[in-house]
């Protein structure tokens, strides 16, 4: 009789995606096959963007790092290297039409008829992988609108208009977060295999939780409102117990810990950075994407929803509060003081 241990039937992402396209109400915005295609493209980007993230720690734990290579130029920092990972996947994809990125100034177009743009921040917070800290690839998918040959007014729209957004974090092994609009999965990459598995089915943020997450060393330049919030978190008046602090740096990191335990995320704009520090388009957009389609919300300094705000230019920055239900409302009371 089989051995109970080996599992012969494992959902594969490309798997996963084929059986959501057939699900009933699957946004019709992603006809059969090209999305599909997209993502595979997609998975291979992040793939091949861990596979560089684990030798460049090889390679900068025993002291190559800043060794010329072959064709004799600087050792690539590792966002250059994950940056033009990303666009030539997207270019090879034969579907993509518009990219943003973090590490481009401008707009990309390519040639053909892609109908998807895509929006991405190739290696959030890679100031942190010296220290060992994950970080990831945070990514949104537009559908071009009928009739549009492609430019910037495809990718200045609400982030919920996006078809599919999420990030991979690239940690002890890789995951993938990802939402096509029907909830949140999140798969994990077997790296012998080159397969990303689904190992967290329909993820849900608990409603509560008593877990923040800020950088309190912005804590003199924040407005009352927001001093007030964080507070009363930490000196609650009616003899609850406080909460508990947990920051990494690392977007990808924080906003994964918030999926998995719940609690709350933010990064309020403040007195030096007026509207935040966070870009709004490859940040805000896919991580509140994700946190509503796993039970969350997510709003700005004025207690607005995130994916109703529409950018003005495509690095545009925004206050971030993302995370469990009853936390954020609990935080919108205060903003809105
Ligand atoms: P701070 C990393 O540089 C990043 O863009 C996000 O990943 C992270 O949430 C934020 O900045 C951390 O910023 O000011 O707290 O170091």
Known sequence: EANPEVQTDIITLTRFILQEQNKVGASS???TGDFTLLLNSLQFAFKFIAHNIRRST??????????????????KKLDVIGDEIFINA????GKVKLVVSEEQEDLIVFEGDGRYAVVCDPIDGSSNLDAGVS???IFGVYKLP????????DVLRPGK?????????????????????NGCNGFTLDDPLGEFILTHPDLKLPDLRSIYSVNEGNSSLWSDNVKNYFKALKFPEDGSKPYSARYIGSMVADVHRTI????MFAYPADSKSKKG???LLYEGFPMAYIIEQAGGLAINDNGERILDLVPTEIHERSGVWLGSKGEIEKAKKYLLK
Do not use: F, H
């Open 90 to 93: 997207m270019k090879a994809s």
């Open 260 to 263: 998995l335990y719940g609690g």
């Open 277 to 279: 520090k966070l870009r």
């Open 146 to 153: 009928e009739g549009s040959s492609g430019s910037i007014k």
């Open 58 to 75: 090889l390679v900068n734990l025993i002291g190559l790092s800043g060794t010329a290579n072959s064709t004799g130029d600087d050792q």
């Open 29 to 31: 915005a992603i006809p």
């Open 135 to 137: 970080v990831g690839t």
């Open 161 to 181: 208009e996006m078809v599919a957004a999420g990030y991979t974090m690239y940690g002890a092994s890789a995951n993938l977060v990802l939402s096509t609009g």
